[in-house]
């Protein structure tokens, strides 16, 4: 089981609608990150929150829109999103938003989004 | 632009053999490097993290080790099992601030 969780697991829009995806951890991890993963490719980097602060925002649309409540949550604010967004996002968790600390990233399942 | 390399994008071996994965990285100059494990439709599981300062890290059936000077990693599976197949891949943090560089990824199937 991951200590990862994610909401929903599947989740299927239209363009004009407004969703949010989950993501918990219970680690005590004080970075948080989401990613956005195509068929076949790796994952890539979308947002990473620090101490709950937004450290890293990699020149995502504005469509997509993070928060961060409290050390343990993560959220993913979707609006008008656009067909070729849909993929699968996954959260990540670790101790630091630093490799100094060299301690390995953790992720979720994710959530598989559609856009019609 | 810092790079990770894993080729071949995909291959087969019989169960029971040993499998290599190989990670080439553009930069020696790394804070650690992370072999995963993704599974169909699912999140990503971490199996070995190497340090800079580290040359190998074992785990099972699993062996990474680390040249820096060659910008090389390898991942060994040993005895290979239908349950291996998965695609795994590598990522390195060139910078120490945890974003990290991703592989495309080995797919890898173990053949009853």
């Known amino acids: 089981d991951t200590e990862v969780t994610q909401t929903p697991k599947h989740l299927v829009m239209g363009m004009t609608n407004k969703k949010s995806l989950k993501c918990e951890q219970h680690?005590?991890?004080?970075?948080m990150y989401w990613y956005k993963q195509k068929a076949k490719k790796p994952p890539e980097l979308m947002f990473v929150y620090s101490y709950e602060k937004l450290s890293i925002n990699e020149s995502v649309p504005s469509r997509f829109s993070p928060e961060c409540p409290n050390s343990s949550l993560l959220n993913l604010h979707l609006h008008a999103l656009q067909p070729e967004d849909s993929a699968l996002y996954l959260c990540?968790?670790?101790?630091?938003?630093?490799?100094?600390?060299?301690?390995?990233?953790?992720f979720g399942d994710g959530t598989r989004l559609s856009i019609l | 632009k810092q790079e990770v390399t894993q080729i071949p994008a995909a291959l087969s071996v019989p169960e029971g053999e040993n499998l290599v994965l190989n990670c080439s990285f553009t930069?020696?100059?790394?804070?650690?490097l992370q072999w995963f494990r993704q599974d169909p439709g699912k999140g990503l599981t971490s199996l070995l993290l190497i340090q800079s300062s580290q040359r190998e890290q074992t785990s099972g059936r699993l062996n990474a080790s680390l040249d820096k000077s060659s910008g090389r990693s390898t991942l060994y599976i040993a005895a290979s099992q239908p349950g291996d197949s998965a695609t795994y891949l590598c990522a390195v943090d060139f910078y120490g601030n945890n974003r990290l560089a991703f592989g495309k990824g080995n797919q890898v199937v173990v053949i009853p």
């Open positions: 680690m005590g991890h004080r970075a």
């Open positions: 930069d020696s100059a790394i804070y650690n």
């Open positions: 990540a968790s670790s101790q630091e938003a630093t490799g100094l600390s060299n301690q390995p990233q953790h």
